[in-house]
């Protein structure tokens, strides 16, 4: 693969960190957290519509039965 020490990756955050500066790198952070969130969340939503929707399939195939 890459072959990326310890070293390396000390580097390349030093690099990060003096070109976009921790104040940028922080909030960047935060929104990253924020859009994971809502990303699960929304994946939650669609889980549950889907249970909303098979449990009223079954209401009304009980209902056409009798």
Known sequence: MLG???TELIIIL???VIVFGVGRISKI???LGSGIKAF???LQG???EEA???AEEEA???S???
């Open 14 to 16: 030093v690099i990060i």
């Open 29 to 31: 952070g935060g929104e």
């Open 60 to 62: 009304e195939v009980e």
């Open 40 to 42: 699960k969340e929304g």
């Open 52 to 54: 909303e929707e098979e």
């Open 64 to 66: 056409e039965e009798k």
């Open 4 to 6: 990326l020490g310890p």
């Open 46 to 48: 669609d889980e549950e």
